[in-house]
């Protein structure tokens, strides 16, 4: 027997699939009231596109992808992530040099080669969104509130840890003195750390490692060193959160496994699913669409991680959709099908080719959620009707085929 690959599930069964496109619809219903339009970008890419924005130093590009040289010899990757391509996507497009405001959100899977845990998977889904064109850091805002209004629809609960990376002018200074205060206790740190210091110093502040950790609670923080804008976007911010009743703690080691965030930088955590507890992230990537040789270009956006929010989903108790039908003799059954195509024009219907009796089409309409149970018997076929059960209020009656 062959079976699905180490870390890759399939979302199969009635529960996941009802989780799933209850997700889906609630996430996509939230970004288009916001004004965001759905994009889809292929799921392989040159791999220097991933190199070039989620950064060689970073464990994604450096450890986890999903890289090979198609047969046509170029070298190629299956996205870790789906910021990447939607950038590249907006470049190719010319839309930085059209300037104005481009707002996209997309849904899909992600591939990162982690080593398989509960919540941590190698074939994952996301749902995301990307702002183009806004440097102002209400619309930083405006991504957490659509985190967290999509959280709340969906019944979840959740920590928001903020913090500030930063930009070009007090960056560099503030990783120059982290660097100084590395090397006062590099003796003490683990090699991972120590392999950071030189290519990616301000990720040793999430490093998962006890010790080190209880050596970084001294570090200098960039939150204290910020240069004069980001450190008016940064209390902005908290002042539109405080203002819209979102609650925050200041994480100062929340730096983000991906190379390309300058300023705002945020993570949604869940207390409930155990060790791997980020369910969204996010933040501001300013000089992305640059590096990727696009027209400097504002941008923010988000990813949430679909499989770590299906298990925390609670599903509204009136889930019943549509319609089940099924016969109970043979000969009714062109007619069920003749019905089903009529009502399909506007809802959901399941139906049952084999003609069965009455109890057993109520157990399957029932396992299929269905509203209503609609049955054709022998008598309904002389008399020209159907029976119908609404299995969400259990009141049933018999109707006219022609008004059905
Ligand atoms: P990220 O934090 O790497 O950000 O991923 C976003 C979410 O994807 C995580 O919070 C988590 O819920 C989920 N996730 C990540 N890795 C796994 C995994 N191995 N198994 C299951 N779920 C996972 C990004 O990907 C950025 N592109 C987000 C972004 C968009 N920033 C700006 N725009």
């Known amino acids: 027997m062959i079976n699905s690959l180490r870390g890759m599930n399939d979302i199969l069964s009635d529960d996941e699939y009802a989780r799933y496109t209850y997700f889906i619809k609630t996430a996509t219903d939230i970004a288009s009231k916001y004004g965001f339009h759905f994009i889809e970008t292929p799921i392989l890419e040159e791999t220097a596109l991933f190199k070039r924005s989620v950064g060689e130093s970073s464990d994604i590009v450096g450890k986890e992808m999903y890289q090979f040289r198609d047969k046509g010899e170029n070298d190629v990757c299956m996205r870790p992530e789906g910021t990447a391509g939607v950038v590249r996507a907006f470049i190719q497009k010319k839309l930085d040099k059209a300037g104005g405001v481009h707002r996209y959100f997309y849904h899909g899977p992600m591939f990162r080669y982690e080593r398989p845990q509960k919540g941590r998977l190698r074939q ?11 440097a102002s850091v209400y619309e930083d805002a405006t991504m957490i509130m659509m985190v967290s209004d999509i959280l709340k629809a969906l019944g979840i609960g959740y920590r928001l840890q903020l913090n500030s990376l930063g930009d070009q002018n007090c960056m560099p200074t503030y990783r120059d003195n982290l660097v100084k205060f590395i090397e006062s206790c590099e003796d003490e740190i683990c090699e991972d750390c120590r392999r950071r210091k030189d290519t990616n110093p301000i990720r040793v502040l999430d490093c998962k490692n006890a010790h080190c950790q209880s050596l970084y609670a001294n570090a200098p923080k960039l939150i204290n060193n910020l240069c004069s804008p980001c450190n008016d976007d940064f209390t902005t911010l908290k002042k539109i959160l405080d203002d819209n009743d979102i609650a925050y703690e200041i994480d100062t080691h929340l730096v983000r496994g991906l190379d390309y965030y300058s300023k705002t930088a945020f993570e949604f955590v869940s207390d409930n699913i155990g060790s791997q507890s980020a369910i969204a992230g996010g933040g501001r990537y300013d000089r992305l669409v640059e590096f990727l040789d696009g027209r400097p270009t504002p941008a923010v956006g988000f990813a949430m991680g679909i499989e770590r929010l299906m298990e925390l989903i609670v599903m509204p108790e009136n889930s019943r ?11 009714a059954v062109a007619l069920i099908v003749s019905l089903t195509h009529k009502k399909r024009a506007t809802d959901r219907v399941t139906i049952d080719y084999k003609a069965k009796n009455l109890k057993n ?5 029932d396992k299929v ?11 309904e076929l002389e008399n020209g009707t159907i029976w119908v059960k609404d299995l969400q209020n259990r009141s049933e009656e018999i109707i006219d085929i022609e008004t059905f």
Do not use: P
Request: with cysteine.
């Open 124 to 134: 994952f889904h996301q749902f995301g969104v990307e702002s183009f064109g806004i």
């Open 321 to 331: 959709e549509g319609y089940y039908m099924g016969a109970m003799d043979e000969e």
């Open 361 to 365: 089409h109520l157990k399957a309409a």
């Open 369 to 379: 959620n269905a509203q209503f149970c609609c049955v054709i018997g022998t008598n």
